[in-house]
């Protein structure tokens, strides 16, 4: 695995949003799917423009973006959030370099922690981050959705 010399990494700009929207429809099937309008990509892009955008980070070869990858830190816990790659340059080491670099941001704010969520359809992927060093933690993850897109609360 060697990675691409002229691969770097830096922050999100809004002029790479055509690209990288290109990128997770590419890496991430759920944002082709109408039936789930809440995956969003010009929504997602705009809500963490919003909140701690130097945490978005694209991979660059060339002049193409290539990779992307999102952190947060809410003071207590780090989340990782839309780790991609371009399937043409995949196993090249990108994907670990995102990886690292999200991670030495949200140490650099004494984030002590940092969680991610793999879909369980996409249980493969487990085998990437757990040569990261990650491993599942003995909880159930919980979620509910706010806002216009939240599901009704049953009456007891
Ligand atoms: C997961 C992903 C980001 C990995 O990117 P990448 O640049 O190919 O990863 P790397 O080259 O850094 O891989 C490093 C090592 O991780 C392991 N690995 C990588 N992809 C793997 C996979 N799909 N399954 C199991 N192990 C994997 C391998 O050991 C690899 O080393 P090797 O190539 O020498 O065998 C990329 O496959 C991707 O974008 N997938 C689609 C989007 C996605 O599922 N993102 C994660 C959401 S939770």
Redesign the pocket.
């Known amino acids: 695995?060697t990675t691409p010399a002229t691969l770097s990494i830096r922050c999100f700009d809004a002029s790479d949003t055509d690209a990288v929207i290109a990128l997770w429809q590419q890496?991430?099937p759920e944002y082709r799917d109408v039936t789930r309008p809440q995956r969003n990509p010009h929504l997602s892009i705009a809500n963490k423009l919003a909140t701690q955008p130097e945490l978005f980070f694209v991979a660059v070869l060339g002049e193409r973006i290539v990779?992307t990858v999102m952190g947060g830190y809410d003071g207590h816990r780090g989340w990782m959030y839309s780790?991609?790659?371009d399937?043409s340059?995949?196993?090249?080491?990108?994907?670990?370099?995102?990886v690292a670099h999200v991670e030495s941001a949200l140490t650099a704010l004494g984030c002590p922690k940092v969680n991610?969520?793999?879909?369980s359809a996409?249980n493969?992927?487990r085998?990437?981050y757990e040569?990261?060093g990650y491993r599942a933690d003995p909880v159930i993850s919980l979620g509910k959705r706010l806002g216009e897109l939240a599901d009704p609360v049953p009456s007891a």
């Open positions: 695995m890496a991430f990779g780790l991609a790659v399937e340059v995949r196993r090249h080491g990108i994907g670990t370099r995102l991610l969520q793999v879909l996409r493969e992927i085998g990437f040569v990261l």
